[in-house]
């Protein structure tokens, strides 16, 4: 991104609370700037360590997380904030191979966004991530499908009387599969769903995505059925306890 591109004072509602964790302090300054134009609160760090004890504190809506920082890396960092927290996390990164791409979705990253990038793109992104960890606040809804149990007001999902530890988007992934159960819902309902866009023939995210689910799981990961070429089919009827 260039300074000439981060030149108007578009806004949003909100303040959402972001912690941009980057070595980049030139690249900081000028997002922090960016971002506080369209309504966005942003608190940036440039070490591994310090970033993840701010992450842990839980005072932010979204982490914007680079790969190479000092201290511990992105992918560690991550790791670590999964264990405690399910905070919505966007990698930002130069590292664009595609198997970085799935090691930081495979670490819980909620989207992925090379570097360099558009700068609408990003606040694009943050508005897309945050409206999937926010919309099911006010619904009361209950739905029941074989061994999940789906409560969307605290988005949690519940396996045999334990809770899935589930990023916002895998949460957002299984969410629309059990409340589509017994229909295949195709990959590019699904991106376009949670990623606002179709899916590319060589986008993986939402396979990579729907493979942790599974193994989150366990012995029920068999529920979601891959449909070659189409998509994915919950198997299971669905219930709805709650609805209006």
Known sequence: MTDDRFNDDRTIDSEPSILLIDDDIELCELMREFLARRGFRLETTHDGLRGLARALKGEHDLILLDVMIPGIDGFELLRR?????????????????????????????DDYLPKPFGPEELPARIRAVLRRSNRAR???????????????????????????????????????????????????????????????????????????????????????????????????????????
Not at 85 to 93: C, D, N, R
Not at 94 to 101: E, G, I, M
Not at 182 to 210: C, K, M, Y
């Open 81 to 109: 904030l999964r264990r405690q927290s399910e905070v919505p996390v966007i990698m930002l990164t130069a590292r664009t191979a595609q198997a970085d791409r799935i090691a930081g979705l495979d670490s819980g990253a």
């Open 138 to 244: 006010k619904d009361v809804r209950i739905f029941k499908a074989g061994p999940i149990t789906l409560i969307p007001a605290e988005r949690r999902a519940i396996r045999d009387g334990s809770a899935l530890q589930l990023t916002t988007i895998e949460y957002d992934i299984l969410e629309l599969l059990v409340q589509a159960a017994g229909r295949i819902v195709s990959r590019d309902e699904l991106s376009s769903t949670i990623h606002r866009r179709r899916a590319s023939p060589f986008d993986r995210s939402i396979d990579v995505h729907v493979s942790s689910i599974r193994k989150k799981m366990g012995t029920d990961g068999d529920s979601i059925v891959t449909v070659r070429g189409v998509g994915y089919l919950f198997r299971s009827g669905v219930e709805v306890d709650g609805a209006k």
